[in-house]
């Protein structure tokens, strides 16, 4: 699903208009009737509802919203803030469409002075104060406003964006004066910044209502960003040809593991496996010998020169694909070892954990990587290399630009583990859940991600497919087993009813 950004929704909203065609008016009444649908669904007419509408379209499908409620049945008090004496047409059509509704309770139009009503927790907010056409953090009397709702016991639901929240960059916002909603219906696509997870307390739960904007319109327009869905990942999916052997289904590299972190190295190596390679061979100082080879009998061991460290570089020509990171540890003998592997590598790489970690103490060495590498930091290690961002939106457009100037892959990851392209664009990843915030569920995601390296996926196929399988394995897992007690082992051992589920 693509998202689009505020400007690519508006632009959409007058195409769908001209090429239906519909009237505005008419539009807005369809996204109204589909909102005032789910509210029905969820609250009984013996729910008072305040509505709060604002000056824009928003605000016009608030009035829409609480002219179609008062209509069924439910008592409806709506608050109108025309403070600058201007209206949206929409918005103004709605007002007079309220006001001829003999059946709503109380209208208020707000031009300067505004005594709050009473909201008591049985009562229902509407908050369509502002949606995508927020242009400025909220101030004045809407930010009293906002505060005194959240203050408030009542049920909040928000229209299209809880008012107050940019659709994309919240970085310069004031997040105090932004509304937190119990539920959000958003129309027709969720927007950027409800992906982040500082977000997460303002939207509640989030319901996407389809509003039918042109799908020409959508389909025509270059989107930066896209959610990644089970459609578009089946077809990347390599068959298994009837005539495979060992040889022909990749030979992966995995320089993984330290003294006391063999356990990165096993996980990683276990989940290569699982994810379908032919073969798989470990390097790992000598202490880590004995438990990868009781541990992952189908991995061939191939062990450093040191008892506790990685330092040397291995000769990497023979292999399809190279993990590298998993529990390396971050010592000078392993951060010289690790710059001369990755500059002599030529088969695909995805580096992470203490790789990346490494990169970070020797910032300058991120000039030598080889272009396509795949880089997984979690949101602390992306900071860690690229400096400390303020919040979600801007850690992804450092790394988007990061991605561009290196030419590299970078997976931050996260609920929505976002994967920013060399060409700009973000693939964001819908599955997965909190049980896999476990210690080792990164070694997993590494191993999977070499292993479709290996295989021949290309690298955006391979991280795309990647994420989406480690995810589901985890969705799965926690369906047997609840969140609480998943560990990275259950990822793995999920792994094959993932891939079944998508050769299905
Ligand atoms: N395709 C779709 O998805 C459809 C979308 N629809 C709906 O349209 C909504 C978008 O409507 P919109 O563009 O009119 O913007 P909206 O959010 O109402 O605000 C604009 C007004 O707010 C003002 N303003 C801005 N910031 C401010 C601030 N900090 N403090 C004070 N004022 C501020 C701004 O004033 P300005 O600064 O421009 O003078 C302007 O007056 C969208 O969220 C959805 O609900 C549906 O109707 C149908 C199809
Ligand atoms: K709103």
Known sequence: MKIFTSAQI??????????????????????????????????STATPVVVFAG?????????????????????????LFNITGHLSADCAANKDRLVSVKKIQQFIEVKQEFDPPHLDAGTL???????????KPLAGGFASLVKYINASPASVVSIDVP??????????????????????????QPKLSFLFAENQHYIGRLKVLDIRISEEGMAKTDARYHIVD????????????????????????????????????????RACLRAGVGKVTVHSPKCNSLVLQISVPEAVVQLDQEETVFSEPVDAEDYTALGIGPGLGQSETTAIALIAQLRRTQCPIVADADALNILANHRAWLQQLPKGIILTPHPKEFDRINGHCADSYERLSRACDMAERLGAYIIVKGHYSALCKPDGHVAFNPTGNAGMATAGSGDVLTGIITALLARGYKQADACTVGMYLHGLAGDIAARSLGKESLTAGDIINYLPQAFMRLED
């Not at 002219?67 to 409806?76: D, H």
């Not at 907010?125 to 242009?135: A, K």
């Not at 008012?163 to 027709?188: C, F, K, P």
């Open 125 to 135: 907010v509407v908050d369509g104060l502002f949606g995508s056409g927020l242009n």
């Open 10 to 43: 508006h632009e959409l909203d007058k195409y769908t208009i001209e090429h239906e065609p519909i009237d505005s008016i008419d539009l807005m009444e369809r996204a109204a009737k589909a909102i005032a649908r789910s509210i029905a669904e969820e609250w």
């Open 55 to 79: 000056p824009g379209n928003n605000g016009g499908d608030a009035l829409a919203v609480a002219r179609l409620l008062a209509e069924q049945g439910y008592g409806v008090s709506a608050f």
């Open 230 to 269: 089970e459609n578009e990942v089946r077809p990347l999916l390599k068959k298994r040809s009837d005539f495979a052997h060992k040889g022909s289904m990749g030979n992966a590299l995995l320089v993984a593991g330290s003294y006391g972190m063999g356990g990165a190295a096993v996980l990683a190596a």
């Open 163 to 188: 008012s107050g929240l940019m659709a994309e960059d919240n970085t310069y916002n004031v997040r105090a004066n932004t509304i937190h909603a119990d539920l959000t219906l958003t129309l027709q």
